[in-house]
């Protein structure tokens, strides 16, 4: 138990003046808003001031103040993150402004999930964003609600400017924000709220009063001499937390007895300088006062490292110095067997009164100030472990917890919500089926937290390994459209790197880069710039991997641009040089993150190379290669790469007349699909099997998928999707009213396929001829129903006969030898 705990808090009485001002002035006015803005360094005692409000204020029934919403929690330092951090702090209500917020929240995820972007995400984001400010603004006209924000330095760059853009809506509300460098933020709040809004507060050292009153808050502090404490507040240059530890008797954990150092009255540093030195260095000489501080901090935690081995608190704070993403009880049980939870949760429950630490009990984790965190890195760790291994093998065991425990945890959960969400599904319960979709969406944004968590730990276990591990993550959510989890992803590498000393490249940032616009951003020639610029780097750097990974993606960006023959010889190049790059980590004993990397490059370049030779025409070869890609898929569980190539499967195996075949490899794909949950690719899914019915002219059959397709495209606004799924009910449409020789029918037809045509003529979300040569020939073919069934008809209305002969005949004129091909 410290002397001095977490919730002991003197001084700062002028900071403290203000913000009560700002939170007890008109009190009866709904439309109030202010924002104090708290800027200042690292152990100032930022958190201590947002601390204490919360307890002056946690008996006052007419006051609403929120737990400290820290940005250093990565699962809170997103918009979306953030806002459901908040949600989760405020009394919840049954109204109808909260039902629309939740119809608002689950259309959005839809939206991303399906990973559309542009206008429909922005407008989606933006009625999420809106409808829940009118649910905050319900809360805040019974009681005005104070809003307590901490590390805001980790978001001002990112989104600061939305965050002041967003708060300046909320009505009764006071937000206390702190953070390390607020004053261009505090620019920014001034010109969007006005001057009489804002408050800023700037941190200096404390006072020698304030020192004074901390100093007597431990028996060894009340008994310093006057010119002592004056010496401490130099050389602490009045940090509130090393004054702490300077004076506390129980720093480190367990103690020291004999005062700072053994047979020492006061600290060495201290001791080596009078106060009159002290103050003469304090005004004239900054360097020289720097190195003194430094050295103090040294001396203050060189005390600890020596009983780091044998104090089980001092252990754990030791551990928490390495692992300060997501410690938890159940964490520390897995990296310190020989203790009980019980005995663990004592442990945490102990450090957790010590003023430098903080404990998040949304997610149970506890991390340390990261001052003290530096410094125990600095200089404790140094001297109880001299080989940089024994800190590696930590960190290595903590990413095998990642893997093992956590994320593997995130798996089962998954299925077993997909288990409840299907029989909701059968029974038709939409409550039951909707609560499982929204854990689902919050065991995904888990899983993106724990996936960069463990990117940061395995950088620190192994560079070059956590690198792969990054790179392959950024990779897959680039094809799974999960861009936010990418923002998270380089956050957490360039903070490991930071810590490290060391950069990413500027070509791996453009390799990167440029994967980003071929996939996701659909630019190809962007993209393929970048590429070509970085491609003899590469070369003559002789790093192989990465220049197949440059050629793959040369490879891709031309298919996508319907340059197939290139495409198709970048792509067998690249399959040389992967191959014997497979040959290589088979001989020799490689990283299994490594044989993944190599794996799943070849089931992505066999994979596309199979979809170049769908596109044109050369389906038996197209066959071959989809096989060969999903060999090498099934051994990684891509289960999203593996479903698109079950997908084109079995649409190449129906052009080929294989139905049976077709229709089992669809099964296949659409299992995993319904397993992955998220709208469009489910509807892909069911279009694609709408067209295998047409192919095997079951028409009948597959309307009611190709419908459903188009409805579940509407419904989260997916053009591409709606285009595709169009095209494909317009020709079903067609072949029914052929049979049923029935205009009516026809005329729905001929408007789902204008409707296509418009689309992938206007919209360029599809960068082949295939999709527009579909719809030219599904429309041919209309017409030409059309006018047998007026010329069997009869009657003397000749020209509407010769109008659609007409239409027909241009449809087929609008071929292009290109589209040739691709024509049944």
Same mark, same amino acid.
């Given at each position: 138990m410290p002397e001095i705990p977490r919730d002991k808090f003197v001084g700062r009485e002028k900071e403290m003046q203000v913000i009560e001002k700002a939170i007890n002035s008109d009190l009866s006015d709904k439309n109030y808003f202010r924002i104090v803005n708290i800027q200042g360094q690292g152990g100032i005692g930022k958190t201590s001031i947002l601390r204490e409000v919360k307890e002056r204020l946690k008996d006052n029934n007419n006051i609403l %103040? %929120?737990? +400290? +919403?820290? @940005? @250093?929690? /990565? $699962?809170t330092n997103t918009k979306i993150g953030f806002l459901d951090e908040l949600n989760s702090l405020l009394p919840i209500k049954t109204t109808a402004q909260f039902k629309e917020y939740r119809k608002a929240k689950a259309n959005f995820y839809e939206v991303e999930a399906a990973g559309i972007t542009g206008d429909v995400k922005k407008d989606t984001l933006a009625k999420f964003f809106a409808s829940f400010k009118m649910c905050y603004n319900f809360i805040a006209a019974d009681k005005r609600i104070v809003l307590l924000i901490d590390t805001f330095e980790v978001v001002q760059k990112k989104h600061g400017e939305w965050l002041v853009g967003w708060l300046i809506g909320l009505n009764n509300t006071v937000v206390i924000i702190a953070g390390r460098e607020n004053e261009k933020w505090q620019e920014l709040a001034v010109k969007s709220a006005g001057s009489r809004h804002v408050d800023y507060l700037e941190l200096k050292k404390m006072n020698s009063n304030d020192t004074k009153d901390l100093l007597n808050l431990s028996e060894y502090g009340r008994a310093l001499p006057d010119e002592e404490r004056e010496k401490l507040e130099i050389i602490s240059k009045g940090l509130p937390i090393l004054l702490i530890m300077a004076v506390d008797r129980e720093w480190p954990p367990g103690g020291i007895r004999g005062g700072i150092q053994p047979g020492k009255e006061y600290t060495e540093i201290s001791e080596k300088y009078s106060l009159e030195r002290l103050q003469e260095i304090e005004k004239k000489d900054s360097e020289k006062l720097e190195k003194i501080h430094k050295d103090f901090k040294k001396e203050l935690i060189e005390k600890a490292y020596r009983i780091f081995d044998i104090d089980p608190i001092a252990r754990v704070i030791l551990y928490m110095s390495l692992i300060y993403k997501y410690l938890t009880a159940d964490m520390l049980n897995y990296l310190m067997p020989g203790k009980t939870k019980d005995e663990i949760e004592g442990l945490l429950n102990e450090i957790n009164k010590w003023t430098f630490t903080k404990h998040d009990p949304r997610t149970g984790s506890y991390w340390l100030h990261d001052l003290v965190r530096d410094l125990i890195n600095e200089y404790a760790w140094p001297e109880i472990a001299r080989e940089e291994e024994e800190r590696k093998s930590i960190y290595k065991r903590i990413v095998r917890y990642y893997e093992e425990i956590l994320i593997e945890g995130i798996k089962n959960e998954k299925e077993r919500l997909f288990s409840e969400r299907k029989k909701a599904n059968a029974s038709d319960d939409k409550e039951k089926e909707s609560e499982c979709f929204r854990q689902l969406i919050n065991l995904k944004a888990k899983r993106q937290h724990y996936q960069a968590h463990q990117v940061y730990y395995d950088i620190m276990a192994d560079y070059e390994h956590g690198i792969i591990r990054y790179q392959m993550q950024f990779v897959y959510n680039l094809w799974v459209r999960e861009k936010d989890a990418n923002v998270l992803l380089q956050q957490e590498r360039d903070m490991t790197l930071n810590a490290l000393k060391q950069s990413y490249s500027e070509i791996e940032t453009k390799l990167d880069t440029s994967k980003e616009k071929i996939v996701f951003h659909r630019k190809f020639d962007q993209g393929l710039s970048d590429l070509e610029s970085i491609a003899d780097q590469w070369a003559k750097n002789e790093n192989l991997y990465q220049y197949t990974d440059i050629l793959l993606y040369q490879g891709i960006a031309n298919n996508y641009k319907g340059e197939h023959e290139k495409a198709e010889h970048i792509f067998k190049e690249t399959i040389v040089l992967l191959d014997s790059l497979d040959k290589q980590v088979r001989d020799q004993e490689i990283h299994i993150l490594k044989v993944w990397q190599i794996k799943r490059s070849q089931a992505r370049c066999y994979g596309h190379l199979g979809y170049c030779y769908f596109q044109t025409g050369r389906f038996?070869?197209? /066959?071959?290669? *989809? #096989? =060969?890609? !999903?060999? *090498? $898929?099934?051994g990684i569980e891509i289960d999203s790469e593996r479903s698109q190539l079950f997908n084109d499967l079995s649409y190449v195996l129906c052009r080929l007349g294989h139905f049976e075949r077709g229709r089992m490899y669809w099964q296949k794909g659409f299992e995993i699909r319904e397993k992955l949950l998220f709208k469009s690719p489910i509807a892909l899914s069911l279009n694609n099997r709408g067209i295998i019915e047409y192919l095997a002219d079951v028409p009948y059959n597959g309307k009611k998928y190709s419908e459903k397709a188009l409805n579940m495209f509407k419904d989260i606004s997916d053009i591409r999707g709606i285009g595709l799924s169009s095209r494909a009910l317009g020709g079903l449409l067609a072949r029914i009213g052929d049979i049923e020789s029935s205009i009516e029918i026809l005329e729905k037809a001929e408007g789902h396929l204008e409707e296509a045509e =418009? /689309? @992938?003529?206007? #919209?360029?979300?599809?960068?082949?001829? @295939? *999709? !527009? $040569?579909? %719809?030219y020939d599904r429309m041919a073919l209309l017409y030409e129903h059309w006018a047998r069934i007026l010329k069997d008809q009869g009657g003397d209305d000749k020209k509407k006969y010769f109008e659609k002969l007409e239409d027909a005949e241009k449809y087929y004129n609008f071929r292009t030898p290109d589209m040739e091909c691709l024509i049944l």
């Open positions: %103040t %929120t737990s +400290i +919403i820290d @940005f @250093f929690d /990565i $699962a038996s070869e197209s /066959i071959d290669e *989809y #096989n =060969k890609a !999903l060999e *090498y $898929a099934k =418009k /689309i @992938f003529m206007e #919209n360029g979300a599809v960068p082949s001829p @295939f *999709y !527009l $040569a579909e %719809t």
